[in-house]
């Protein structure tokens, strides 16, 4: 009666169900420091160990250690004193706060500020609007206030989305060959993840990081190192003050911030700055055209929802928005990895 396909409804509707269960375990087994602690003891360690050491209930610890283990986060041996963990290759490489490619402070974001706006997912599709009232109490009129809304949530949000290009920086950079662009301004460049990827695969290239004053002050002082000469910044908001004379402009997830208006303002002040030959890189996640995915650009359109003022976009939008601030020539480059690339040209 019923097909193989018919079969697996329920547990397609059940892992479904429990997505946001899988999210909370991995954000707090990165919270209570699980997987640093199994890092620095190099082997295994029993629950009880666990437990005292990040000062837990060894009942909760241990089923927070089983459920990693369901979830290939951790691996579990059998001994004759009880059962011992140890991380597994994933989680050496990005949950531990001191790996290079670590994702900890992107899934801290996730735990401690999305998924706050995401309990009013239903208010933000029957509004059309972000949930910074409900969620947090704060006006979202000015956007970046609201996400800005302390010192310490802004500085969280730096190392949040600054975390993924360790892992996704490279592959956009090297979409296009960017080595005719010396002069390169990143909008919204904020902590300069992704002028670091610039620089060092660049090498005759400059990077200046032009954002809000705040988030400007913020990356000097921890994100990009006083030495690194070849990294510059600029003070300024890229709607109200000039935006100086480049080569390059990239804007990396700016945007999808904003909804299009927004951004023909920027793209049409950016196109009249840009030196003649000068080109934009954008660097967004990209929905395919026919409206099939990918899932993940999809869910951070929602997030875009719930979160900002934009939407993720189809290579089409993006390019008509381009197009009509005069861009030309304009190229896509899909990375197969979480962001790609569109260079336009002036
Ligand atoms: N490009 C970075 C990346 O992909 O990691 C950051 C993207 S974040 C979504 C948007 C950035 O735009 C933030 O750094 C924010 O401070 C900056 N920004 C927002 N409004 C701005 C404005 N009016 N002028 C300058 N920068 C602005």
């Known amino acids: ?7 697996d409804y329920p547990q397609i509707l059940f892992q479904y169900n429990n997505g946001f269960l899988v999210s909370k375990i991995m954000f707090t ?21 666990i437990a005292e050491h990040l000062g837990t209930s060894v009942s909760g610890m241990e089923r927070l250690l089983d459920a990693c283990v369901g979830l290939k986060l951790l691996e579990v041996e059998m001994k004759s004193e009880g059962a011992f963990y140890r991380n597994t290759e994933l989680s050496n490489l990005y949950l531990t706060k001191s790996s290079p490619k670590s994702q900890y402070h992107n899934l801290m974001y996730y735990s401690k500020t999305v998924y706050l706006c995401w ?3 239903t208010d933000a599709v029957r509004d059309g609007k972000n949930q910074y009232e409900r969620a947090f109490g704060v006006s979202s009129k000015d956007l970046f ?34 080595s005719p662009f010396t002069v390169i301004y990143d909008l919204g460049g904020c902590a300069g993840g992704l002028a670091q ?9 400059t990077v200046t990081i032009y954002d809000l004053p705040k988030v400007v002050q913020v990356a000097k002082e921890r994100f990009v190192p006083p030495e690194e000469r070849r990294i510059t910044f600029h003070e300024g908001d890229f709607f109200k003050d000039p935006i100086p004379e480049a080569d390059l402009y990239i804007l990396a997830r700016i945007l999808h911030d904003w909804a299009d208006g927004k951004c023909m303002q920027l793209l049409t002040k950016m196109y009249k700055a840009c030196k003649p030959g000068g080109g934009v890189l954008l660097v967004e996640t990209l929905l395919n055209e026919d409206k099939t995915g990918p899932l993940e650009a999809q869910l951070y359109s929602m997030n875009m929802l719930v979160q900002a003022e934009g939407k993720e976009r189809t290579p089409t939008e993006y390019s008509k928005l381009l197009a009509a601030a005069g861009f030309r020539e ?5 990375t197969g990895k979480l962001y790609d690339a569109i260079l336009g040209r002036k």
């Open 119 to 121: 309990h009013y997912l």
């Open 330 to 334: 304009i190229q896509v480059k899909k």
């Open 145 to 178: 206030g609201a996400l800005y809304r302390s010192e310490e949530e802004m500085i969280k949000f730096m190392y949040g989305l600054n975390a993924i290009w360790s892992i996704c920086g490279r592959d956009v950079i090297a979409a296009f060959d960017l």
């Open 197 to 205: 990827e610039c620089i060092s695969l660049y090498p005759k290239s």
């Open 1 to 7: 009666m019923s097909s193989t396909e018919d079969l």
């Open 29 to 49: 087994a990165c919270e209570l420091g699980v997987f640093d602690l199994l890092l620095e003891s190099e082997g295994s360690l029993s629950s009880d160990a």
